[in-house]
């Protein structure tokens, strides 16, 4: 079996590329049939979905998706997030991951917010949000998960499509394993779930950090915080780096560089071995309730393999698989192509289970 390289045709909306089994890899791509990319070793195969074309218009877009950015009181943490879109419409809430926050989502929530109601919060340590000495609070994948979880109560969002990128996923499996009737669906952008999902980046963390933490095995996860660790997270692995904004790394940074933030990254970094160990529960929860399942994968991520992505297919018999041709951040040179998948995805899976 080999993985498509989607890449949609956004002027028209009607060619995409998508996720198919192929049995003849050597068909004429220029007769009508497949190519290979070099790069991720992918076949890109044209077929047609039918969707109507949004209008775009500077003006209709200021009028449907105004986007507001608000605080809540959480357990007395000040906890910052974006909303965008109507709240009548399907709820969509989106969980950002290392080492950005809700900016993440900047661009996603203004192609969407004429169909969906948006939340995309930040968590404590991260963008706008509280980030109170690890003295205080306790920097785990179980506490945002919990904070995320009362936000989402406080402002009525028990019913949502759940998008989840690197972080967004501890954080997004937790809430659905206390919750899973919360969970109309999931979009995965590279949000890791499976062991086979680790690049050798990790090695560091599992091999020693995780086993022994001291200043010794912390020490070489200093360069993740300098500002050419965090543009490599950006631009690894992207076709053209020059069209990723400076404007991530240079926010990141800015977070990155107030009081505690380091020790607050790696008491995360130190916890991530948590998520390992549920990785089973959450297999089982996608076993048992097949949430549907989209996943839009970076294929040339340096932190989550291309099998990471391809593992979901195990456990979520219908999980509709797109690969692009991209890095850990897909969603800054590939934001209007995910945003159509996104919407034909709920159309055709999401709604229609609802319905049924």
């Not at 915080?225 to 991530?248: A, C, L």
């Amino acid at each position: 079996m080999s993985i498509s390289l989607n890449r949609p045709n956004v002027a028209d909306k009607k060619v995409v590329y998508s996720e198919t089994q192929i049995q003849n890899p050597d068909f004429d791509f220029k007769k009508g049939a497949y190519c290979r990319n070099r790069r991720t070793q992918c076949l890109a195969v044209p077929c047609r979905i039918t969707y109507e074309p949004r209008i775009m218009n500077s003006l209709h877009r200021k009028e449907l998706n105004i986007m507001k950015y608000k605080y809540a009181d959480i357990d007395g943490l000040k906890v910052f997030y974006r909303e965008a879109g109507d709240p009548r419409n399907p709820a969509m809430v989106l969980l950002h991951g290392f080492p950005s926050s809700s900016h993440m989502y900047r661009n996603l929530m203004t192609e969407l917010a004429d169909k969906f109601y948006l939340i995309a919060p930040d968590y404590p340590g991260f963008g706008n949000t509280d980030a109170p000495s690890p003295a205080q609070f306790s920097y785990t994948f179980d506490k945002l998960s919990e904070v995320v979880e009362k936000l989402l109560v406080s402002v009525g969002v028990r019913k949502f499509t759940l998008f989840i990128q690197d972080y967004g996923s501890p954080v997004g499996f937790r809430i659905a394993l206390r919750h899973p009737d919360w969970i109309e669906g999931i979009v995965s952008q590279n949000g890791n779930a499976y062991e086979e999902g680790f690049t050798g980046v990790w090695d560091a963390l599992r091999t020693a950090l995780w086993k022994d933490r001291t200043p010794e095995t912390e020490a070489p996860l200093a360069n993740f915080f300098t500002p050419d660790g965090v543009k490599w997270i950006y631009s690894e692995g992207t076709r053209n780096p020059e069209k990723i904004s400076p404007d991530n790394w240079s926010t990141d940074l800015f977070f990155l560089g107030r009081p505690d933030n380091h020790r607050i990254q790696v008491d995360l970094f130190y916890d991530y071995r948590t998520n390992v160990h549920q990785y089973p529960r959450w297999h089982e929860y996608l076993r048992k309730h097949q949430p549907p399942t989209l996943l839009v994968w970076g294929a040339n991520d340096p932190i989550f393999t291309q099998e990471g992505g391809r593992a979901f297919q195990r456990d979520v018999k219908d999980a509709e698989l797109h690969m692009l041709d991209t890095g850990h951040f897909a969603l800054e040179d590939h934001c209007d192509e995910i945003a159509v998948f996104v919407r034909s995805f709920y159309d055709r899976k999401v709604r229609g289970k609802k319905a049924a």
